[in-house]
């Protein structure tokens, strides 16, 4: 069964950082694409980054400059680094795996003063 668990989130002031991390379990984690999404209260899930098996990333404009996305494939693990955080960052951050499109249960990211 393909799992992903996330850890990392919290409350943190404006112009801090914080490191969001998502382990997989189940699949062969080098052969997927992986992904952050995230969803604020009352919007739609949105694309965060990606980043392919080779280590192509991609980001939403939004983050572009502030937010950094990394794959470890020994530790079978996604990291989302985030600086400069603005309130409108301040969302449920989920992980996300191309295997079977398989989601993490999200993890709670405030930002706020």
């Known amino acids: 069964q393909v799992q992903l668990v996330e850890s990392g989130g919290g409350l943190v002031q404006p112009g801090g950082s914080l490191r969001l991390s998502c382990v997989l379990s189940g699949a062969i984690f080098r052969l997927y694409a992986m992904g952050w999404y995230r969803q604020a209260p009352g919007k739609q899930r949105e694309l965060v980054a990606t980043i392919t098996l080779d280590g192509t990333t991609n980001y939403a404009d939004s983050v572009k400059g502030r937010f950094t996305i990394s794959r470890d494939n020994a530790k079978n693990t996604v990291s989302l680094q985030m600086n400069s955080l603005k309130p409108e960052d301040t969302a449920v951050y989920y992980c996300?795996?191309?295997?079977?499109?398989?989601w993490g249960q999200g993890t709670q990211v405030t930002v706020s003063s």
């Open positions: 996300w795996t191309q295997r079977h499109n398989t």
